[in-house]
């Protein structure tokens, strides 16, 4: 447009040139700059980038975009700064990462793997560093997870050699066009006004022609998972694909799997099926084998003990190798109170969750801590 006879003149120029300079200077850089460099540990340098450029723009336009440019600094989180401190090829960078971990840690040997808030911190506008950024007081700052695994040893060499991020890409454009198509089918399905909050459900009509797939009722299963006794009456009737509406089911089979509406599983009878099924086999082989063999020895391991070695591995690389993407199945190690002569406390025992109900004890964590 501003390369066309648009016939603006005094104030709509103007406005139309402050446009057209912020988009040459400031979002087409930034736009290319991310689809070259969209690396996990480039995130937090785009926005020392974007601050950069925006102090170059007339005060007018830096106030209209600061509220912007702060609720979108999701990668200015003390997590992604601190990777890309530590991925950073300056000494300076690499130990400022190393002591804010290790202050973190305060003496432990790992780092905190609990579940805590994602909240996008304040920015520093006038930030020129990685290390200026964002505030490092105690309490907004948080280890990446990726370096909770590492022992202080470990976090200590990243000093000598900076340590490599693995390689997550923060925009791609096939992620792009998922969240648009997933968004416009979520509209179609239920809706953008008040009246279709989280107690409505609207048709679902449309969604067969937006998603290009055709449903079928009598294949369809539906079920309510609420604490509230009245949230399925209020949905029955209300939920229907093709006009024909379908009734709610007090539990759905997914994959031989069957979950009811406390979401309680019933994979212990499924692989109790499994178990008897094998039992009924391992007695055919062995009765073939009765002639020759007057003492039968099923050759084959049970199933169980099948499930439970690939238990015991997955624990293994949580556990001793500190795999970082099982690092969520990390367990303290167990402390013991007293040693006897005779018995002495295994280094790799680890301590046992409290189970105060057998579907607890079912679990993984549950069941392989206590192998």
Same mark, same amino acid.
Request: with cysteine; charged share 20%; proline share 6%.
């Given at each position: 447009?501003?390369?066309?006879?648009?016939?603006?003149?005094?104030?709509?120029?103007?406005?139309?040139?402050?446009?057209?300079?912020?988009?040459?200077?400031?979002?087409?850089?930034?736009?290319?700059?991310?689809?070259?460099?969209?690396?996990?540990?480039?995130?937090?340098?785009?926005?020392?980038?974007?601050?950069?450029?925006?102090?170059?723009?007339?005060?007018?336009?830096?106030?209209?975009?600061?509220?912007?440019?702060? =609720?979108?600094?999701?990668?200015?989180?003390?997590?992604?700064?601190?990777?890309?401190?530590?991925?950073?090829?300056?000494?300076?960078?690499?130990?400022?990462?190393?002591?804010?971990?290790?202050?973190?840690?305060?003496?432990?040997?790992?780092?905190?793997?609990?579940?805590?808030?994602?909240?996008?911190?304040?920015?520093?506008?006038?930030?020129?560093?990685?290390?200026?950024?964002?505030?490092?007081?105690?309490?907004?700052?948080?280890?990446?997870?990726? =370096?909770?695994?590492?022992?202080?040893?470990?976090?200590?060499?990243?000093?000598?050699?900076?340590?490599?991020?693995?390689?997550?890409?923060?925009?791609?454009?096939?992620?792009?066009?998922?969240?648009?198509?997933?968004?416009?089918?979520? *509209?179609?399905?239920?809706?953008?006004?008040?009246?279709?909050?989280?107690?409505?459900?609207?048709?679902?009509?449309?969604?067969?022609?937006?998603?290009?797939? =055709?449903?079928?009722?009598?294949?369809?299963?539906?079920?309510?998972?609420?604490?509230?006794?009245?949230?399925?009456?209020?949905?029955?009737?209300?939920?229907?694909?093709?006009?024909?509406?379908?009734? @709610?089911?007090?539990?759905?089979?997914?994959?031989?799997?069957?979950?009811?509406?406390?979401?309680?599983?019933?994979?212990?009878?499924?692989?109790?099926?499994?178990?008897?099924?094998?039992?009924?086999?391992?007695?055919?082989?062995?009765?073939?084998?009765?002639?020759?063999?007057?003492?039968?020895?099923?050759?084959?391991?049970?199933?169980?003990?099948?499930?439970?070695? *690939?238990?015991?591995?997955?624990?293994?690389? *949580?556990?001793?190798?500190?795999?970082?993407?099982?690092?969520?199945?990390?367990?303290?190690?167990?402390?013991?109170?007293?040693?006897?002569?005779?018995? @002495?406390?295994?280094?790799?025992?680890?301590?046992?969750?409290?189970?105060? *109900?057998?579907?607890?004890?079912?679990?993984?964590?549950?069941?392989?801590?206590?192998?």
């Amino acid at each position: 447009m501003w390369t066309r006879k648009h016939r603006l003149t005094s104030k709509e120029l103007n406005t139309l040139e402050i446009l057209v300079k912020y988009c040459l200077q400031v979002y087409f850089k930034l736009y290319y700059d991310i689809k070259v460099h969209h690396r996990l540990e480039d995130g937090p340098k785009h926005i020392i980038t974007q601050l950069r450029v925006m102090r170059s723009q007339p005060k007018k336009v830096q106030t209209a975009v600061t509220f912007y440019v702060r =609720t979108g600094a999701w990668f200015a989180h003390s997590e992604c700064v601190l990777l890309s401190l530590m991925a950073n090829q300056s000494e300076d960078d690499c130990r400022f990462a190393v002591t804010q971990i290790l202050k973190l840690r305060a003496g432990e040997e790992y780092g905190d793997t609990s579940v805590i808030p994602r909240i996008t911190p304040k920015l520093n506008l006038s930030a020129t560093s990685l290390q200026t950024l964002i505030s490092w007081q105690p309490g907004q700052v948080h280890e990446p997870s990726f =370096t909770c695994s590492l022992s202080g040893d470990q976090i200590q060499e990243i000093l000598v050699k900076p340590y490599e991020v693995p390689e997550f890409s923060i925009h791609t454009q096939s992620t792009e066009r998922v969240v648009k198509q997933v968004t416009e089918a979520a *509209a179609a399905v239920v809706g953008h006004g008040p009246e279709t909050g989280s107690s409505g459900l609207g048709p679902t009509t449309g969604a067969h022609a937006l998603l290009q797939v =055709t449903f079928a009722p009598e294949k369809t299963q539906a079920m309510v998972v609420s604490r509230s006794p009245a949230a399925g009456p209020a949905v029955e009737g209300r939920l229907r694909f093709g006009g024909v509406p379908f009734p @709610l089911q007090e539990a759905v089979k997914v994959l031989g799997v069957e979950v009811d509406r406390k979401l309680r599983s019933c994979a212990a009878s499924h692989t109790r099926r499994l178990d008897s099924i094998q039992r009924r086999a391992l007695r055919l082989v062995d009765a073939a084998d009765a002639p020759a063999q007057p003492e039968p020895v099923s050759p084959l391991d049970s199933l169980e003990h099948h499930r439970d070695v *690939a238990a015991l591995v997955v624990f293994h690389k *949580a556990q001793v190798q500190g795999v970082p993407h099982l690092a969520g199945l990390r367990q303290p190690p167990r402390i013991a109170t007293r040693s006897t002569r005779t018995v @002495l406390t295994s280094g790799d025992a680890v301590e046992v969750p409290r189970s105060r *109900a057998s579907q607890h004890q079912r679990t993984f964590v549950g069941r392989v801590s206590r192998m």
